[in-house]
T-cell receptor
Framework: GENVEQHPSTLSVQEGDSAVIKCTYS??????FPWYKQELGKRPQLIID?????GEKKDQRIAVTLNKTAKHFSLHITETQPEDSAVYFCAASYAGGTSYGKLTFGQGTILTVHP | DGGITQSPKYLFRKEGQNVTLSCEQN?????MYWYRQDPGQGLRLIYY???????QKGDIAEGYSVSREKKESFPLTVTSAQKNPTAFYLCASIGGRFFGPGTRLTVL
């Protein structure tokens, strides 16, 4: 089955700096890679996702890049703010058309943004 | 208000007791999923259902059971065979694009 590794496990940055979280996956059939933000005691929220037919996707201060050959993808947050502090998870699955398969999650990264 | 609802928010179980966690959705989604989250860890798949009256085991199905009699509902039963059930349980649809608010289960 799929295996997703996520690094680093903790990340501390100063407000305004950039933050990068990296994930690798093992199953070459995976083609859908979402990222989630989870605040303490809350549900995970999908913040950005990418399919394997594109190499990069941006949404304001957040971007995700995918290297399908190397089987890794990364989350980039620019101009970090204290409210970005949370746990971030990557995940991988196979998606076909409008259907999405079961997700395999990384272990999570605790991001702390210091004012 | 569309979405996924879970109840109860908090649940306490005694040793040897079965408990059922509710998950309801009004999104008209076919696929529904149950994940377990332990403190400081990622989410692990317990069971999933792609269509009514059909479901498959995930990575950690032992000690759990589900049913899918209606498209809107996907309840999870934590049986006494699950030896360490204390965790945060999350229901999701469409592979995880939509999550419910979760149920926090504690064994007394």
């Amino acid at each position: 089955g799929e295996n997703v590794e996520q690094h680093p496990s903790t990340l501390s940055v100063q407000e305004g700096d950039s933050a990068v979280i990296k994930c690798t996956y093992s199953d070459s059939a995976s083609n859908y890679f979402p990222w989630y933000k989870q605040e303490l005691g809350k549900r995970p929220q999908l913040i950005i996702d990418i399919r394997s037919n594109v190499g990069e996707k941006k949404d304001q201060r957040i971007a995700v890049t995918l290297n399908k050959t190397a089987k890794h993808f990364s989350l980039h947050i620019t101009e970090t703010q204290p409210e970005d502090s949370a746990v971030y998870f990557c995940a991988a699955s196979y998606a076909g058309g409008t259907s999405y398969g079961k997700l395999t999650f990384g272990q999570g990264t605790i991001l702390t943004v210091h004012p | 208000d569309g979405g996924i609802t879970q109840s109860p928010k908090y649940l306490f179980r005694k040793e040897g007791q079965n408990v059922t966690l509710s998950c309801e959705q009004n999104l008209n989604h076919d696929a529904m999923y149950w994940y377990r989250q332990d403190p400081g860890q990622g989410l692990r798949l317990i069971y999933y259902s792609q269509i009514v009256n059909d479901f498959q085991k995930g990575d950690i199905a032992e000690g759990y059971s589900v049913s899918r009699e209606k498209k809107e509902s996907f309840p999870l039963t934590v049986t006494s065979a699950q030896k360490n059930p204390t965790a945060f349980y999350l229901c999701a649809s469409i592979g995880g694009r939509f999550f419910g608010p979760g149920t926090r289960l504690t064994v007394l």
